[in-house]
C-alpha cells in the first residue's frame, strides 16, 4: 500500500475531445455558408408548420423567453421548443375563448325534441317549473301551438338574469317561426312567415307499377300527385282506368328559400295520357278572381259530377242488377258500385248539393245521401264516421270531405257503398254521363290562350329534351 494520491481523471477523454472540435468547426462553417437572415426565416418556416402565427411567436419570446437548462437562448432549437409551447398554450386558450362566447348569451338555451318529450319535460331541461308552461299556454290561444311538437323540432329559450322565461321561439317549418315574449301582463304570441321565391317546375313519369310510385320517381310529392288526381279525376278514374305505359307531364309552381325547395304550390299545367287518350288542364285564373282547369282550347274540366268519390280505391263491386249478397247469401240487385279502402279513408261529395241525410239508414250504416238540384242524388254508404260539420240539411261543395270508410251496417269489410240517382233511378255511375261545367267566356279566351299556350310549349319542350337526353 503506497501513499501516493491517485490522479484523477480527465474531466474529457481525448475523443470527447476531438468530437468537440469537429461540432465547433462545423458551426462554424455553417454560420459562414447560412447567414443569419436565412436561419430566422427557416425558424419562421418552421413555426408556421406548427400552425402558429410568426408574430404571436415573436410577441410570446420576447415577453417570456424559454427558459433551457444549460441552453443557449438564441439557439435554434430554444426557439422550436418555444413554438411548440405557445401551439400548447393558444389550444388552451381556445375553451376559454368558447366560455367567453358563451357567457356573451348566458340565458340562452336549446333543445331538442326527442321521442316521448312533451312541453313540460322540454320546460324541466332548461330549468323552468311546471307552472311556467301552464302560464305561457294560458298565455294566448295561439300559444297551445308550442305543445304540438315534432320530432326534431328545435325550441330557443332566452332566459333573464333571474333564470326566468324571457322567450321562447321555434321554427315550425320552412317558412314559419312562432314567439313568445314575456311582458309586463304576461306573454305576447307572434309569428313570422317568410315569403319564398316562387318559380316553375316540370316533371315527367310513366306508370311502371303504380302512380303513386311513379309519380314519387318523378319528384312528385304525394300533396302533388292528389292534386293532379284532383283535377283531372272528371275525366279519369283513378282507382281502375290506370295501366301501366300510362304517362303524365306536370308544370307545377315550387317555392325557394336561400336556394333551398322548401315547398310546392299550384299545378300550372298537366297532361295525363290514359290507355292511349290524352288529357290535358291548365289553371287559370279569370278577371273576376275566380280560378279553375280548362282544357287547352278553354273548355271547363269540372263537371257536375267527379268520376270516384274515393282516391285510389280498389272497385271490390260492381253496378249489377243481381247479385248474391256477401252476408244476406241470396240474389239481389246491388244498385251501386263498392270501392275497397282502408279504414278512415276520405271520401268525397261527389258534387255540390244539400245533404238529405246524415245518420243511420239500416243496411247502410253510416249513411250521407245528397240531393243535386232536383234531378240528382248520391249515396255513401258504411262509413265509419262523419266528416266535422256533416249534418242534415247542410251544403257541401264538390270534393268536400263527408266522411271516412268503415264496415257499419251490413259490411263483411271497410269499403264505401256508393249509389248514384237520376230522377230517382239507379244508374251505373261508372258510366252516366255528366254535365258540363261552362267553358272560358268569350270575352277572356284571349287572355286565357295568351297563359295557357306557353305552359303547354313548356311541357312539349321539356319531354322533347328529356327523351332526347334518354336516347344519349
Do not use: C, W
Amino acid at each position: 500500500m503506497t501513499n501516493e494520491t491517485p490522479k484523477a481523471p480527465p474531466l474529457y477523454p481525448k475523443s470527447h475531445l476531438l468530437a468537440a472540435s469537429g461540432i465547433a468547426a462545423l458551426l462554424s462553417l455553417a454560420l459562414l455558408v447560412f447567414p443569419s437572415s436565412e436561419v430566422e426565416a427557416k425558424k419562421t418556416t418552421l413555426s408556421l408548420e406548427l400552425e402558429s402565427p410568426a408574430d404571436q411567436l415573436k410577441d410570446q419570446s420576447e415577453a417570456a423567453p424559454v427558459e433551457q437548462a444549460g441552453g443557449d437562448q438564441s439557439s435554434p432549437f430554444a426557439q422550436i421548443e418555444g413554438a411548440e409551447q405557445t401551439t400548447e398554450q393558444a389550444a388552451s386558450e381556445q375553451p376559454a375563448q368558447a366560455e367567453q362566447a358563451e357567457a356573451k348569451q348566458p340565458g340562452h338555451r336549446e333543445v331538442t325534441v326527442a321521442s316521448g318529450d312533451t312541453l313540460s319535460t322540454l320546460f324541466a331541461k332548461v330549468g323552468l317549473p311546471a307552472n311556467v308552461v301552464h302560464d305561457v299556454l294560458a298565455s294566448n290561444k295561439q300559444a297551445k301551438q308550442f305543445s304540438q311538437l315534432k320530432h326534431g323540432q328545435v325550441l330557443q329559450f332566452e332566459l333573464d338574469k333571474d333564470g326566468q322565461l324571457a322567450s321562447l321561439h321555434s321554427k315550425v317549418s320552412n317558412l314559419e317561426t312562432i314567439r313568445l315574449s314575456k311582458t309586463d301582463k304576461g306573454y305576447s304570441f307572434d309569428r313570422e312567415i317568410s315569403k319564398p321565391v316562387v318559380r316553375s317546375a316540370y316533371a315527367h313519369g310513366v306508370i311502371k307499377s303504380s302512380l303513386s310510385a311513379s309519380a314519387q320517381r318523378a319528384g312528385l310529392s304525394h300533396s302533388l300527385t292528389m292534386d293532379m288526381a284532383r283535377v283531372l279525376g272528371y275525366d279519369i278514374d283513378f282507382a281502375q282506368d290506370i295501366r301501366q305505359g300510362d304517362e303524365f307531364d306536370v308544370v307545377y309552381e315550387q317555392k325557394i328559400m336561400d336556394g333551398k325547395v322548401v315547398g310546392t304550390g299550384n299545378i300550372l299545367s298537366a297532361r295525363f295520357t290514359n290507355r292511349g287518350k290524352t288529357y290535358t288542364a291548365v289553371r287559370y285564373t279569370n278577371k273576376q278572381g275566380n280560378t279553375s282547369y280548362y282544357t287547352a282550347d278553354g273548355n271547363s274540366l269540372r263537371k257536375a259530377f267527379i268520376r270516384t268519390p274515393v282516391d285510389f280505391a280498389r272497385i271490390s263491386s260492381r253496378f249489377s242488377a243481381g247479385r248474391k249478397h256477401p252476408i244476406l247469401n241470396k240474389i239481389r240487385a246491388h244498385k251501386g258500385v263498392d270501392y275497397a279502402a282502408p279504414r278512415g279513408t276520405p271520401i268525397k261529395a261527389a258534387g255540390d248539393g244539400r245533404i238529405e241525410l246524415a245518420g243511420r239508414r239500416g243496411g247502410y250504416g253510416n249513411t250521407v245521401i245528397i240531393a243535386h238540384g232536383n234531378r240528382y242524388k248520391t249515396l255513401y254508404g258504411h262509413m265509419q264516421g262523419f266528416a266535422k260539420g256533416i249534418k242534415t240539411g247542410s251544403s257541401v261543395k264538390q270534393g268536400q270531405i263527408i266522411g271516412y270508410i268503415g264496415t257499419t251496417g251490413l259490411s263483411t269489410g271497410p269499403h264505401l257503398h256508393y249509389e248514384f240517382q237520376v230522377n230517382g233511378v239507379h244508374v251505373d255511375p261508372l258510366s252516366q254521363k255528366v254535365p258540363m261545367a261552362d267553358p272560358i267566356a268569350k270575352g277572356e279566351r284571349q287572355r286565357f290562350l295568351q297563359q295557357s299556350q306557353p305552359l303547354i310549349a313548356r311541357m312539349d319542350q321539356e319531354k322533347a329534351t328529356l327523351l332526347a337526353a334518354n336516347k344519349r
